[in-house]
């Protein structure tokens, strides 16, 4: 398979601050609100090369979701930043009614999503919001995988009208896709071409697919590797036509498997290609207390766990 | 078109009677829908649209160069949708489509049919003066000197995120931005000192740093005058709220001072009874 290899590692949470400090040079639309977490999101630089466009919520997130639909509607692009628990579970009813609803232009930029996060533990590592939000009617859900596709993406929904539930994280990964990548919305990425299985990932557990991939192909297993980096809308096309040739499916995520990408990716294939399909993701539990590495090994969100997963769906095919 | 100006306070109560008139029958044909409430905040609306605000008709989401104006309380939305078409944003007759199947005018107002005059949902309460503070501090971000104007409940007052947003506005200068409270003292399970307490309103939102103004809102002298003084009063730093005393189901004899009316249609009989207290001004739709 193709050979991924990376020079450094980096938080996406960086990426993100990076895509802000370009928007705030080149679009003069984008307005950043944060509840008070703004060394965490990594938006110093924005902060301070636009002052005027900064807005400091306060721990009062609900409120900052309010105001980022008010703010667009003459035009301006807010992005909404805080943890990933607090910029979903906690303001799902403001998120629904004055952003999905009202259709607003609103990116809700979030970092520290799933286990990654670490020792803070359960309370703030929101496993359920991939589901949430990708039950809204018109909600755009992207998880970028590393460094450089967070930026690209952050970069990228500006330049798109309508509402964006942006995930990201806390720990140093693997930086290995282009730093001059082209981020398209609701596009698949190839990332290795194979024939036995399909590993379909995103977020952290992408280099956790490659690393898995490289394996099996020690043991003669060639599995074909996709980053669907937007949940929804899922590139159903890309999917369809991988399982086509491998015939079986594993989803890997950082999240519960009950709403996430898996259940997505289950949907589709229901309705039109069953195929046997093992899932890689939080067997619906909280998460804990620990370092990142330690809890994504517990909690079965790693390269072992996708070969594990990848033989038994390519037994379940024959 | 940009709406013109109604001076005239005979002219103002006379449209707050028709207004009245289209509430009744808008609830009664749905056999569905807030009249108490409604009723209350008539004489508000109209001076609001008719008088105190600029805003073109020919609706342009965005409002440039326009006042706004947000109902956060949206399930007074059969007073929302007359005002709105009394104005001209839309024709009268479609009122009477109001909470019906494929209608543009949901129960609680949406942007989501695309009616004209509606910038936000509202109906999930607590909202509406977080996104009016978002808009007045867009107005402010691109140097347009407009007011945005909130309406809220005061059983709403219970919700945890107005006051997120009345404690933000003082510390940001939210000063194009006037927050109104409809204290008619009444929510759905009763009366609000009973339900949950308001205490002191007027001095809570002083002590978060609003500057407060008292109204009459049944009386169309004393609501179009308070809303001048507030227009004045902005672009000092500071936020203002208008503590609005109403009669829940004003105008109607036998639907004001009770919680009753806040969520129940009309019979025939209670319609025409109620539609013989309002003079019919502009013509029913």
Known sequence: MKKFTYTEKKDTRSGFGAGMTELGRKNPNVVVLCADLVGSLKIDTFIKENPERFIQCGIAEANMIGIAAGLTIAGHIPYATTFANFGSSRVYDQIRQSVAYSNKNVKIAVSHAGLTLGEDGATHQVLEDIGMMKMLPGMTVINPCDYNQTKAATEAIADYEGPVYLRFGRPVVPVFTDADQKFEIGKAWMVSEGTDVSIIATGHLVWEAIQGAEKLEEEGIIAEVINIHTIKPLDEAAILKSVAKTRCVVSAEEHNRIGGLGDSIAQLLIRNDLVPQEYVAVDDSFGESGKPDELMKKYGLDAESIIKAAKKVIRRKQ | ?285
């Open chain 2, 1 to 285: 078109m940009v709406k013109e100006r109604i001076r005239d306070i005979e002219k103002l109560k006379e449209i707050a009677s028709q207004v009245r008139r289209d509430i009744l029958r808008q609830v009664y044909s749905s056999q569905s829908g807030h009249p108490g409430g409604s009723l209350g905040c008539a004489d508000l609306l109209v001076a609001l649209f008719f008088n105190a605000m600029r805003h073109n008709t020919s609706f342009n989401r965005k409002g440039e160069g326009e006042d706004l104006f947000f109902l956060s309380n949206g399930h007074i939305s059969p007073l929302l949708y007359s005002v709105l078409a009394r104005s001209g944003y839309f024709d009268v007759k479609e009122l009477s489509t109001f909470r019906k199947l494929g209608s543009r005018l949901q129960g609680h107002p949406t942007t989501h049919e695309h009616l004209p005059g509606i910038r936000m949902s509202a109906g999930s309460l607590g909202q509406g003066l977080s996104v009016g503070i978002g808009a007045a501090l867009s107005k402010k971000l691109k140097m347009e000197d407009n007011y945005v104007f909130v309406l809220m409940g005061d059983g709403e007052q219970n919700e945890g995120q107005v006051w997120e947003a009345v404690q933000f506005a003082p510390h940001y200068k939210v000063d194009n931005l006037v927050a109104i409270i409809d204290v008619n003292g009444q929510q759905i399970d009763g009366p609000t000192e009973q339900v949950m307490s308001n205490r002191d309103l007027a001095n809570k939102y002083a002590a978060f740093g609003w500057k407060v103004l008292h109204m009459d809102g049944n009386n169309m002298v004393d609501a179009v005058k308070t809303l001048a003084a507030a227009k004045n009063a902005c672009g000092n730093g500071i936020p203002i709220a208008i503590m609005m005393k109403t009669e829940m189901g004003a105008g109607v004899d036998f639907m004001m001072g009770s919680h009753k009316w806040h969520g129940v249609a009309p019979n025939d009989e209670q319609l025409a009874n109620a539609l013989s207290q309002l003079p019919e001004t502009l013509g029913d739709y």
